[in-house]
Structures are given as C-alpha cells and as structure tokens.
C-alpha cells in the first residue's frame, strides 16, 4: 500500500540533543507527545529521554481531548484512538473490532476533533501546547522488534502477529499523522532513534513550523520596557520597520505592519513584489490578512501569472531550496538556499535574514492604499461578468434558460479540438492546442461565489477574449456539499446558467468535463439526499419537460477526458488498464471505461480497487504523452483542510484539485510551463454584481 509520506519528509535542519536523541531545536521539552504503532519503540524512546514512564490514551473523537489527563505529564508515550466507519466507539489498532476486521477499515476524518484556533489573548493555544512525534519505523522492522521481545515476555498486542497487519497499523498511522498535520497541529515524523527526525514538506505547500527554525532570542533584561512586556505577554521585542522610497538594508529581524501597502523585498537582484490580500466586500472581522508574493505589478491579456500566499500564522524560508519559489520567481545565484524567513503574525510580516553574507533589502513600491486600487480595478471585471451574464445574478427565466441550453448542446455537437468518433458524434476526448493557457477548475459543486472569484481574477475574461487561455471545469459544478443545503438547487441553477453563458461567449476557450453528479441518475445520493432525482424534479417544476430534456442531451454530449501539451484532465481518474485513444473518441460504445473517468478513485487501505501508479502510466503512454505529464483530477478531495493536493498518492505529476471549499475556491493555472495551484479566498460576489448598476 502506498504511503503517503513518501518523497514529502525532510530533515529538520537546526536540532538540539537532549540525552542523547536529536530533537528539533524550537521544540519545548514539555511539549513532546509521542505515539506510533505498536512495536516502534515508544516506551524504550520515552525512557531514553526520562519522560513519563506510564502509557496514554487519546480518543481523538472525544470533546477536547486536548485536556485530557493523559496529556499533563510530559514527555509521554500516547496510543490514539481513532473512528472508524462503521464503528461508533473510538479504535486503536490493536483492539479486537479492528484486527478482526475483513477489510482494512476507513478512517472517519470528520468524527475527528482539532483545537480551534486561537482568536483572542485571553484564550489558550490548544495547537502550540504540544508538539507530536510520530515515531513510524518501516513495516518490516516494527514486525523483527515485536518476533524479538515475543521472547521477552507476553505482550497482547501480538497476538496473530503477521507481517500484513503491520503494514496495515504503520498505513493508518502514517495517514492520521498527515492528516493532523494539515489541520494545523505541530507534527514531525521520525523513522528510529538513530536517525534525525522529519518534517512534513508538501510540494506546493511551502509553510514551516516556527518551532523547526531558529531559536528565539534570549529573555530581554527587565530593566528594559521590552523585558517587562516579555515578562507578562510572552513576546519577544522586534524591532518595527518603516519602509521608505530608498532601500534599506534588512540585516535583524524586523516587523513590518499591515497597512494595506505593498512594497518589495530584494533579495540580492531578485525583486519580489508582497501585497496585501484584502478580499472585496468582507466584513472587517472575518478578513485573513494575508499577503501576496509575486513579480509582476499587473496582469496581462497574454498570460495568466502565478502567486504565492502568506496565511496569517505561516512561516515560509524563501531563497534556492524552497523549490517551488525558484521555479516560479527564477532565484539568481545572489539568493541564498536559506535567505529569508518571513511570517504573517497576525497581518503584520516578521522578517528575519537567515544567511548576512547575501544581501536582504526592502523598499516601499509607492504610497497608494492597496485596498482602493484593488475595488477600482476589480469593478472592471465584475462589469464584464455582468456583460456577459446579462442580467443580475440570478436564476434565468425559463425561456432564457431554454435559449440558453439549446445554444450550447449546439456548440457540443460541434466542439472545437474535438475529434468525431466512428458514427459522426462528438467524441469523448479534446485536444487543446499548447498555445492556451489552462485554468483548471475542480468540483464546484453548486458554489457560485466562488466561479465568480474565479472569473474576476488574473485577468482571466480577457484572455479568454483574446484566444489565450482555455477554462476547463472538470465536472460536478452542481449539487450543494453543505450539510444544509443538499436539498436545495436554486445555487445548481444558476451555476449551471453562468457556464452555459460562458459557453456561449467563449465556445472555443471554455470547457466542461463530465462528473459522476452530472446526471439524474438515483444512484447520485449525498448524505441519504437522492441529488440527482431531486435535481431533475427542481428543474421539471421551474423550467419544465422540454429544459430537462435539453439537461439530458447536454450530459450525454459532454466530454469525458481533455489534454494538451504537458497535462492531461479528467474528473475522476484513469480508466484501469490498457485504454487506446481510439477508445476515448468512441466512448458512448465503452461504456465501463466512461463510468471509470467519472467514478474511480485512488487506491487507498480501505479502497484496494482504485487506480494506481501503473494506471496513470498507462493512460499516459496510450495517449503518447511523457511520464512527466500532469495528471489533473478532481472527485476525491483528500481532507478538509485544503483544495490541491500535489503528488497525490505519491504518484509524480499527479494532483489533485476541489473548487468548492466555503473559504474560496482554488484552480491550477499553467505559469511559465509550470502548473501552479492557485488558492482565492471567498468574496460575497453575487451581492455585490448585484449591487452594481
């Protein structure tokens, strides 16, 4: 089984040795919680250090389970207790109901509870309170430790002990680690004692625990003011920088305030353009004040730029071994591996040179407030999606909607860069010319406000006017996710209206890859909700027989699989097997190859049957693309903490994108032959357009 960790841990660089274990030099001795499967060496670990000798027990389903007993004595061992489908109590993976299961059993993410976030300074900091070390030896020596102490003395958990069932153990523990790294609690993986230990690295996911860099400096005197509002408020004094017109040269750590002001930052003869992101029409309290980074002061009807984003409460190392910032900002040889951290504390940007041989300077770009350029030049693209839409943002009337839909099972019948098949129809496959630059949309899943994001960003309408960039949305734009709103197609309407009216604009740039919930089909049910039938029923009483007739055609005449130069998209994933092109083409005659584009998912524990590395492979290969191309996809967000997911699977070039998140869609847009993931945060947009005249 795969695992899930492979190719994304790194070293801790800056490590202290405490009794003779090499430990992350931010980490607080009395932060340390330690757990793993059973037989990786926990309890010798905890004794080698001196920490608590007794074992604990985490039911991560309880209600803060952050205060449980277990966790006041520390450094201590900890078993966790996880939910599992089709169990209501708590497991771990030694007890009977899980080793005597037939099937690997699934992980119930939701059941889990994290810490929220800390708001207010009256309120603990559940998530920086501990610190967990996954201690996850390879499979084959957790099973050699456990045949050796068998001799030791009896030990209940191994019982039946088999190879096979520390696979198993190791897989769900390296999957729960992963997955309470992505909720934001501090996690780092070791593999033995001897070996240094780990931190979670994601491509595309560039933030670094604080904890895993530097130490802070010494306690200021308390004859200083500075040691007095340490003393009672725990901060470190840094020093605030006001940015100028000449630059200045950064040589400590500094802090630079959130005053809606871009200026940038220069990194020996790299320029690097930081802005604040303030969303348009959000209230004051509910704003992330997080920043930009980029190099281009505008964007263009050419080409579509790519960004990064500093979240509030991010640390991110930019110079040369940040990987994904060179291959997007093109570093020079005057960047250091290592040359700056910077983290958003709250708005404000600590900036904190890491290598003084390499020159760090700043200057301010100009004195206008980010925040008023940012809605006078957003309003133009607002207008236009007006323009195009013709109307405020609403449901269309039902002849509108009935003109609308015939116009573009029209356009399907006849679609640009794509090949007919063997009687005459639209095939299953399009194939874009290079030229065009793809922004890549996953499930949206009736989320208006956020094809609206979408659309008013990165100039995307006027490329689509001037031939330049394609919108490929990779299905499942309807039916509502939100738990209460699954019975409610108003939003799947009028989403459905907006792509058809795109279509009918831009009917060579914009395109609609079929999903498995683009159908009436019984079988499309969320949550014990029949969406699809509903759907259908929805329409039939605000539109009538003769639209839902005309819904039908328009599924039957949707592609299923797209490609051009350097990526290949489907919803779902690849088809098991040998598939040829000539098959793709004359998909309504392979019926089970179309189910797969639409359904299948990626083989997990608990899904032995999902596609694999040698699927992608194959697929392509049979479409004679190389190994390197990106496989795109949608269908199987991997947890509820993000919307991409580079790598999926360990599967190089594989990723995977959802566009329905509540807090704002992402999209993969190709910058510089290089396809970037693209996170927007949510704007109330239909309220506005329909504020505008």
């Not at 695992?3 to 090499?22: A, C, F, S, V, Y």
């Not at 133009?380 to 002849?399: C, D, E, N, V």
């Not at 740039?509 to 029949?530: A, C, L, Q, W």
């Not at 807090?663 to 693209?678: A, D, T, W, Y």
Request: charged content about 25%; some cysteine; glycine content about 6%.
């Amino acid at each position: 089984m795969a695992d899930p960790l492979k190719k994304i841990l790194e070293p801790i660089q800056e490590l202290q040795n405490i009794r003779g274990i090499e430990l992350p030099i931010g980490l607080e001795f009395l932060q340390l919680v330690v757990t793993g499967p059973p037989g990786a060496g926990k309890s010798y670990y905890i004794e080698q250090i001196r920490g608590w000798p007794n074992e604990g027990y985490l039911d991560m389903t309880q209600k803060k389970w952050w205060k449980n007993q277990s966790l006041i004595y520390r450094p201590r061992e900890v078993h966790l207790g996880l939910p599992f489908r089709g169990h209501t109590d708590a497991l771990t993976v030694f007890d009977k109901e899980w080793l005597n299961s037939d099937t690997p059993l699934e992980i119930e993410y939701p059941r889990i509870r994290i810490p929220a976030v800390k708001t207010h300074s009256l309120q603990t900091n559940w998530r920086n309170r501990y610190i967990f070390e996954f201690l996850i030896p390879p499979p084959s020596t957790i099973y050699r430790q456990r045949l050796d102490r068998q001799s030791q003395g009896y030990f209940p958990v191994d019982e039946n002990l088999s190879l096979e069932m520390v696979k198993q153990q190791v897989a769900v523990y390296r999957e729960i680690a992963l997955y309470l790294h992505r909720a934001g609690l501090n996690i780092y993986i070791r593999k033995s004692l001897d070996k240094p230990p780990m931190r979670i690295a994601e491509r595309g996911v560039v933030n670094v625990p604080r904890w895993t860099l530097n130490k802070n400096p010494g306690r200021p005197s308390l004859k200083t003011f500075a040691g007095w509002k340490w003393l009672f408020r725990r901060h470190y004094p840094i020093k605030w920088i006001n940015i100028t017109h000449e630059p200045q040269s950064i040589t400590t750590t500094g802090r630079i305030a959130h005053d809606g002001k871009s200026f940038e930052l220069l990194l020996g003869d790299t320029k690097l353009r930081l802005q604040p992101e303030i969303p348009i029409g959000s209230k004051k309290h509910d704003t992330n004040k997080d920043w930009i980074i980029n190099t281009e002061r505008g964007c263009s009807t050419r080409t579509i730029n790519g960004f990064v984003r500093i979240r509030v409460g991010e640390t991110v190392v930019i110079g040369g071994a940040n990987k994904e910032y060179d291959e997007l900002f093109n570093f020079s040889p005057s960047v250091a591996k290592r040359h700056v951290s910077v983290t958003n504390r709250k708005g404000d940007l600590i900036l904190t040179p890491l290598e003084t041989e390499y020159s760090t300077k700043i200057v301010r770009l100009d004195d206008l407030d980010y925040r008023e350029r940012l809605e006078r030049g957003r309003l133009t693209s607002l207008r236009t999606i007006l323009r195009i839409y013709g109307q405020s943002i609403t449901p269309l009337p039902p002849a509108k909607a009935l003109e609308s839909i015939r116009d573009v099972n029209d356009i399907l019948r006849d679609e640009s860069y794509r090949e007919k098949d063997k009687k005459g129809r639209p095939g299953g496959l399009v194939e874009l010319p290079a030229k065009l630059t793809p922004v890549i949309v996953g499930d949206l899943h009736a989320q208006v406000n956020n094809l609206l994001k979408i659309l008013s960003e990165s100039c995307l309408l006027d490329c689509l006017r001037m031939n330049t960039a394609s919108l490929i949305i990779l299905g499942d734009a309807v039916h509502s996710e939100i738990v209460h709103e699954m019975e409610k197609f108003e939003s799947s309407m009028l989403i459905m209206d907006l792509i058809f009216q795109l279509k009918r604009t831009f009917p060579a740039n914009v395109f609609y890859i079929r999903g498995n919930h683009d159908t009436f089909s019984p079988e499309i049910n969320k949550n014990g909700v029949p969406q699809g039938t509903l759907f259908e029923e929805t329409l039939l009483q605000h539109r009538g027989a003769e639209y839902v007739h005309e819904m039908n055609t328009f599924y039957d005449l949707l592609p299923y699989i797209i490609c051009s130069d350097g990526y290949i998209a489907c919803h779902a994933g690849p088809p098991r097997g040998t598939i040829k092109k000539e098959a793709l083409i004359n998909i309504k005659t392979n019926k089970n190859i179309a189910k797969q584009l639409i359904t299948i998912r990626m083989q997990r524990p608990h899904y032995p049957s999902g596609y694999t590395k040698g699927d992608v492979k194959k697929l392509r290969k049979n479409l004679g693309f190389p190994q390197k191309t990106r496989f795109i996809v949608g269908h199987t967000p991997m947890d509820p903490f993000g919307s991409f997911w580079l790598h999926a699977g360990t599967i190089k070039n594989h990723h995977i994108i959802y566009s329905a998140h509540i807090e704002g869609p992402s999209v993969f847009i190709r910058s510089n032959n290089r396809f970037l993931p693209i996170s927007y945060p949510i704007e109330p947009l239909i309220d506005i357009l329909n504020d505008l005249k």
